[in-house]
């Protein structure tokens, strides 16, 4: 299966006229015109059958994204949350384990069938 393929199997998944390729190729600034976009979806051995390149299958894929999902949000970083200076102080924020005689006060030993205890 070749690009075109792909690209015609998922125009008529998605029920895509050819106006919506090229507005969804817009959205990530990949001009391409419908006389163009046309040629992909020819048979293989029509005159004017073009062959779909890689690029513009991935333009059209992360268009397809953007359409499907909407623009990415901007991740603004935190200001009230300072980021440890060295690789120790993020160390200091490991689960730590009770020493020894803590456990012996917090567990009581288990009482076996047969014992005294």
């Not at 059958?49 to 299958?57: F, N, R, T, W």
């Not at 300072?82 to 009482?111: E, G, H, Q, V």
């Amino acid at each position: 299966m070749d690009n075109n393929d792909i690209l015609k199997k998922l125009r008529v998944a998605l029920k895509l006229r050819d106006d919506e390729i090229v507005e969804i190729l817009k959205l990530v600034d990949f001009r391409i015109t419908t006389t163009e976009l046309g040629a992909f979806f020819r048979k293989s051995d029509h005159p004017n059958y073009k062959e779909c390149g890689d690029q513009v299958l991935r333009n059209f894929l992360n268009g397809l994204i953007i359409h499907l999902r909407g623009p990415m949000e901007k991740k603004e970083p935190k200001e009230d949350a300072p980021k440890p200076a060295d690789s120790t102080a993020s160390k200091s924020k490991a689960k730590r384990i009770p020493p020894k005689s803590n456990l012996k006060r917090t567990y009581k030993p288990i009482n076996k069938k047969g014992s005294d205890n």
